[in-house]
């Protein structure tokens, strides 16, 4: 009954710093999102992964790198952590990829960078 | 591209009143208009959605409205309940995207 996990729920960084947040999916789902959550501007698609093998930039993807690892396994990259990039991110996924279908939320990981 | 704006942005209601959030948005291709629920520390979750072929969908106390004329869509609550507090997203999109309005944080006092 896991769902979507991510790792880590918490994390503070430095500018400059790198980290890699890591998501998984037990559903069997074909598709796999990378959202980000800040105040007032409800939920930002970075990058969304339509099937194993493949990635797409969303909305805000600047400053980040995703590598769908598996079916199972998506993964967003900070290369070089900014302020702006503080904020709330949540990994997501679905059983098919056009937009018309229920995603599955993680619980968040909530990144700060100092 | 898609613009959804969401109000209000916060709503304070009394327990067992009603509580209605409206979305609209600009593109009139959308046609998948979901709502989401966001309890505290927990990521968020699919309580509703309607397809643009129909006008309204009902869940136990939860529907939703869609005007496609008007281009806006209506989340309505009945009988609230401390539970229902929480964040609440509505979104709009079609096969190549899906854009999330800001959110509503609602409130049920007891």
């Known amino acids: 009954n896991a769902g979507v996990t991510q790792t880590p729920k918490f994390q503070v960084l430095k500018t400059g710093q790198s980290m890699t947040l890591q998501c998984a999916q037990d559903m069997n789902h074909n598709s796999m999102y990378w959202y980000r959550q800040d105040p007032g501007m409800g939920l930002r698609l970075i990058y969304y992964?339509?099937?194993?093998?493949?990635?797409d930039k969303g909305e805000v993807p600047n400053g980040y790198n995703v590598s769908r690892l598996n079916k199972r396994e998506f993964s967003l990259r900070l290369e070089s952590a900014a302020p702006s990039q503080t904020s709330v991110y949540f990994c997501?996924?679905?059983?098919?990829?056009?937009?018309?279908?229920?995603?599955?939320f993680g619980e968040g990981s909530r990144l700060t960078v100092l | 591209g898609e613009n959804v704006e969401q109000h209000p942005s916060t709503l304070s209601v009394q327990e067992g009143d009603s509580a209605v959030i409206k979305c609209t948005y600009s593109d009139s291709a959308s046609n998948y208009f979901p709502w989401y629920k966001q309890e505290l520390g927990k990521g968020p979750q699919l309580i509703i959605d309607?397809?643009?072929?129909?006008g309204e969908k009902k869940d136990q106390r939860i529907a939703v409205t869609l005007n496609k004329t008007a281009k806006h869509f209506s989340l309505h609550i009945t009988e609230t309940q401390p539970e229902d507090s929480a964040v609440y997203f509505c979104a709009a999109g079609d096969g190549n995207k899906l854009v999330f309005g800001a959110g509503t944080i609602l409130r049920v006092k007891s």
């Open positions: 992964s339509a099937s194993e093998g493949t990635t």
């Open positions: 997501a996924s679905s059983a098919g990829h056009r937009w018309t279908g229920e995603l599955f």
């Open positions: 309607i397809r643009s072929n129909v």
